[in-house]
């Protein structure tokens, strides 16, 4: 693709504790963008993530065989199966026959105004059913510890308090209060329907318990709202990736805030009313102020002024409002001037609503909008400027506003802001919570003991953004949608009615509504994003057997993306070949599902979600979280599988597959035939040429049908003329081979981290596995554990292997040792293999479903393999070489560190 450039890149380095941060990945977007991919590197500049968002119903998963696909990150607790080994004992009653989703927990959060409701769903639980089951066992060796909780996913839904029965339908049909509370999980006692307690906080929890025990017949547990509240924030702070931003003058930025450097903050909750909370630690706070001016003023208040019939119709107004046709300013008290012997501006509000008196204009004569703004901006203000009253009180420099007053929006936002900066004189700081409204539930819904959620850390949990309800012109349309069909459904819809699907779920402010300070929002800000389904944040998935990447040198700094998507010409340029490559996507997709028309409604309707997906990005590119491009590659990948594509590339992978095994016996037989020297350099240029010519180039797909693909490969390998680009060759072959007065020294185990299917991972990984086999290194394949465009996973990996071991004794008896070749060694056991000396070639999964993987997040059956490797090697591709490394397309990198 013109203008693109890609490098294969074979990083190599042993003592991985020595590498900072600047290996790995296997990032790849092919076909699309011939593959450019990213580099890891470890930059200043922090993590990634998803924000606001609201796909609310998560969609019942496919059935699939093996692994779960509902997220990119599988749910499935692989580590549990291994370890215990009990998974035969498993009470079968924990299966739900009818539900793909057991629902499990939920808790409530019932307040003056909306009701929040917190609830959990997980998977069935499933037992490694594939040949790496000893691998696994081999690899985890009792080291990891077990989880106490199960992976699944949190869903957040709210309702008006007013409209109770709606929350009750909504439980009801859910099934969220049949009696599984209690039971299996967390608690090993039998399900006890009769006795089923729900934990809910806030004071509808007192005010409606006999009405929950006479509609659903379940009792409620009460919890202390503040407790709840600070259980609830200080979850998030420490386990949510960028769960808190500032917001200034319109602009969003997310904080990550340092676990050791959290405490002491101000939580300010603006519900109905607002409290005010002094946090010192886990459970360790204090209630030092509140104000009764809060939420509920505003909705009230603007509801009897306005005649408006929702609260978001009421803070829609107040974005086309000017508030200076009803609040006396400083200017109009002083003709006009500033009052800058005190540092007030001519355009400082001095009174809220002050014009109201002095004009002899009744209530009709004021335009809603204006009243609407002054409003807002009255309590707003009132609220930063107690706010900072109460942190300058304790000294506190951070302030966390929560509660659904907030709403995402921009405007109420910088208001707060700008109030804190102002009063605090820059010394304190406004901070605003991506899941504002639910604190308080979410800390109702810890408070379920043996939960062991509050043990879960950041890299546990992965936020996704599933298609809630498809809205246009920033309304929603509809109902959320509960499962696939309806979506569809929804889709079609549009279509027929030629709307364009503005996004795919409700919610977030839109980019800037105001200046910030004493000024009046821009008008220009467009609609707010409704969230009258109550969508606004992403379903958090819970994923337990994740787990920072052990050799990362510098996890805090590491940063996935280094391509930040901000940038808005970045993100034009993605966008642009994302959206290009669609239909052809869309192509693939549905003729892996057997081009049925099944297939192809789903695949339309995947098209148009994912092109509301970007067209929502383009406009608010952090409307997720932070954005860069692994995140928008895995959005697709998330995508496809939310419309029931499990795995688009199937039989392009098979193919690749099949031809460069076909090839493998002949190259294998012109390695063993070079000395040790022409052999070690020729596996490397292997290893970056397979990665190469493998750029899903449509010329090469046409080549592997008439069978050339060794003459390819070969072609590739001799372009590839030293010195490359980065060339650690040298250093790398004494390593292993020794030089004058040096022995060799083989490595102990490595991990070697493969991409894409076909000619990479056959004729460029398995010849190098081989030649680390042979030299008495432990070799661990590193996969994808879900399918992600043409890279090989790692289910499949082991029939590859059994495929290739058919024409190598090396590989063959390695992958018995490994327990890869499980019935070859049944059927052929004569107990002298089972003592076989042979070191064990192994597979791990990654734990990641996305062309790019971010090593914060990875599998504990990889985070177990690291622990004993001291061998990294991984091909990758970079994209734009202008930018990262400097060079052309092409160009080759083989870097390798050896430990100082
Ligand atoms: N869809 C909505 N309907 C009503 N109010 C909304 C809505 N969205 C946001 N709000 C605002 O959020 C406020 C309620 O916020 P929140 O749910 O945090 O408080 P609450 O728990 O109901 O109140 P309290 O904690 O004081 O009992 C409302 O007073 C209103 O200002
Ligand atoms: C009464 C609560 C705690 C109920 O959530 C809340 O509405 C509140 O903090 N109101 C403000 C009460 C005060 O003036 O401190
Ligand atoms: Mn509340």
Redesign the pocket.
Known sequence: MAGLTGHPVLEIGDKFEELQNNIFNNNKNKEVIDKAGLVVKGEENSNNNNNNQGGERDMAPPTSNSLHRSGSRPQLDLSKAAIQGNSEERDPTILLPNQSDDISHFAL??????I?LVYFSRHEGQSIDDKRKKTVKEISNGSRRSYPILGGRLHFV?F??SKLNECLDFISSKQLHNGRIDSHYWNSEAPNKENAVIKAT??GAYKFADLFKERLGVSIDKED?MDCLVAGANFLLKAIRHEAFTHMEGHKEFVQIDHNDLFPYLLV?????V?MIKVDGDGKFQRVSGTNV???T??GLGRLLTKCN???ELLELSQRGDNRTIDMLVGDIYGGMDYSKIGLSASTIASSFGKAISDKKELEDHRPEDISLSLLRMISYNIGQISYLNALRFGLKRIFF????I?GHAYTMDTISFAVHFWSQGQAQAMFLRH??FL?ALGAFMSYEKLGLDDLMVHQLVERFPMGAPYTGGKIHGPPLGNLNEKISWMEKFVLKGTEITAPVPMAPPGTTGLGGFEVPSSKGGTLRS??S?LNVGVLHLVPTLEVFPLLANPKMYEPNTIDLSDHCELEYWFTVLSEHLPDLVDKAVASEGGTDDAKRRGDAFARAFSAHLARLMEEPAAYGKLGLANLLELREECLREFQFLDAYRSIKQRENEVSLAVLPDLLMELDRMDEEARLLTLIEGVLAANIFDWGSRACVDLYHKGTIIDIYRMSRNKMQRPWRVDDFDLFRERMLGSEGKKPRPHKRALLFVDNSGADVVLGMLPLARELLRRGTEVVLVANSLPALNDVTAMELPDIVAEAAKHCDILRRAAEAGGLLVDAMTNTLDGSKENCSSVPLMVVENGCGSPCIDLRQVSSELASAAKHADLLAMVKNQRLAEKLIKGEIYDCVCRYEPAS
């Open positions: 959060d019932i307040g003056g105004s909306l929040k709210k008006e308090t806030g004071g709202e909750n603006v519900g109905s009313g409290s809060g939420g509920g505003y909705w929702s609260f978001d929560g509660g659904f007053f709403r504002e409204g308080g969230d009258a109550a």
